[in-house]
């Protein structure tokens, strides 16, 4: 899948280190529901098995790629994908130093592109908390609206706070 200055690919061998960054950065761990650090065994193994196969996974993940440089930028999820019912969630995650330049939003619409034509999904959703109004923002861009709000959803160290659930559906 290609943009105007982002395309999104299949997880290399080569992406482990950046994995292996961006998954043990504690800031990313509340978004992630991740409590405890990967090591490089656990993600070179999900590297190796990830078929890619989102009817097997029931989840994908894609590297951004910047069309430029050919840098990795970034990553995009699928998850909890249920044929059955034509959904999936989706997050996304760019590296900070690469943020602000809309490579998250082109990223977001090249995937939703292909969830709705390609995988043929009726819906995707998405998770934000309510302090992150960058990423609210990004992806009611995108076209996503908010359909609820889960109260004191996340707890962080400042307290629980509330997530916002969004949806875009195949118009």
Not at 1 to 16: K, S
Not at 27 to 49: C, G, R
Not at 80 to 102: H, S, T
Not at 142 to 155: P, S, T
Request: glycine share 8%; proline share 3%; with cysteine.
């Amino acid at each position: 899948m290609v943009g105007v200055n982002v395309f999104l690919r299949a997880m290399e061998p080569d992406d482990l280190q950046i994995l292996y960054e961006w998954e043990n950065t504690t800031d990313n761990w509340t978004v992630s529901n991740t409590t405890a650090p990967f090591s490089k065994y656990i993600l070179q193994k999900f590297i190796e098995t990830s078929s890619q196969d989102i009817y097997v996974n029931r989840q994908l993940r894609l590297m951004v790629g910047e069309k430029a440089t050919k840098k990795t930028v970034g990553a995009v999820d699928v998850f909890d994908f249920e044929p059955g019912n034509r959904r999936a969630g989706v997050g996304i995650l760019i590296d900070p130093a690469f943020r602000g330049k809309g490579y998250g939003l082109e990223s977001i619409l090249l995937l939703k592109n292909y969830l709705f034509d390609v995988v043929m999904v009726h819906q995707i959703f998405c998770n934000v908390m309510k302090n992150n109004p960058v990423s609210l923002r990004l992806f009611q861009r995108a076209g996503f609206e908010i359909c609820g709000v889960k109260k004191d959803w996340v707890l962080t160290e400042s307290g629980f706070i509330d997530e916002y659930i969004l949806q875009c559906i195949r118009s």
